[in-house]
């Protein structure tokens, strides 16, 4: 049940329990949806059910941290970090609307900010959207830099004619060779990603001939996709299976890659940030992000 927040009393951060969850779904669905209803935008979760297992998905995987914002007993809001690779990535942060503009949001960036540098990682980053103007405020407050404009590009390529590409489910064999792409465009590897995708059967690899030329943890928010070349990545497009979300997320100044999917039938449904704090090297390659990073 939804409680307005009036009470004076302090907020406090802590890690979530199995109890917090359905609060935390029922809070995420409606923070996103009361954002995407404000903006004109479609949900990103089609209700509280699907929010909520995408929280108690996030809580049951160890390479996660959330934390809870709660006052009073009140649950407020909640935010999560991504530690299964060699930078870390932060989200979703969502906070209940009755307790927006009270410092829930800042405070449950704090945490996972100290948690990520406790932990020694070099980097953190996020994706923010670009029509909240109050978290990219805060965001950048907090030391991120904006690096990135993202298109959410919805859809699957019309007619791509591409030849030469055979995509195919990727397997552990496959991971030196996603793992050394990765670092030859990123300067890191995402390899705690990638093993549990390919365990998932969520990755997928495009090769020409006998040479990985880019893969995939999942086409869609939750996946990351690196390319040797934009071609390489168009054959992921055009072939490898589609996550439930939104659409992928695409760096705009790929003009190439960006017109290719314009010109097969894909459309742009709104538009994102990629943010960094710490570590980041300029990519030296195709590449898509995850909703994380």
């Not at 690899?205 to 070349?229: C, D, M, N, P, S």
Request: charged letters at 20%; proline letters at 7%.
């Amino acid at each position: 049940m939804k409680t307005s927040v009036t009470s004076e009393k302090p907020i406090v951060v802590r890690p979530p329990d199995q109890r917090d969850l359905p609060e935390c779904g029922r809070i995420c669905f409606e923070a996103f949806a009361a954002l995407s209803d404000r903006h004109g935008f479609p949900h990103d979760f089609p209700n509280t059910a699907v929010a909520t297992a995408v929280v108690e998905m996030l809580f049951s995987d160890p390479g996660f941290y959330g934390v809870v914002a709660e006052r009073d007993g009140t649950i407020l809001g909640s935010n999560w970090l991504d530690e299964r690779s060699q930078i870390s990535g932060i989200g979703p942060i969502t906070i209940d609307p009755a307790a927006q503009d009270s410092g829930v949001g800042r405070r449950l960036m704090d945490a996972v900010i100290a948690r990520s540098d406790e932990r020694g990682f070099p980097g953190v980053r996020l994706v923010q959207a670009a029509h909240h103007a109050r978290s990219l405020s805060l965001y950048t407050k907090l030391g991120f830099v904006s690096r990135e404009e993202l298109a959410v590009m919805n859809g699957v390529p019309i007619d791509p004619s591409l030849d030469g590409y055979t995509v195919k489910p990727a397997t552990q064999d496959d991971l030196p060779a996603c793992n050394e792409l990765c670092v030859s465009v990123h300067g890191v590897h995402r390899d705690g990603e990638l093993r549990r995708a390919i365990s998932a059967g969520n990755a997928f690899v495009a090769k020409q001939g006998a040479k990985i030329r880019a893969y995939t943890t999942g086409l869609g928010y939750f996946g990351h996709t690196v390319g040797e070349t934009n071609e390489a990545v168009c054959a992921l497009l055009a072939e490898a299976p589609r996550m439930p979300s939104l659409g992928i997320l695409l760096p705009v100044r790929n003009y190439p890659l960006f017109r290719w999917c314009l010109d097969h039938g894909m459309r742009v449904l709104m538009t994102m940030t990629l943010m960094s704090r710490g570590l980041y090297q300029e990519p030296s390659g195709p590449y898509l992000p995850s909703i994380l990073y």
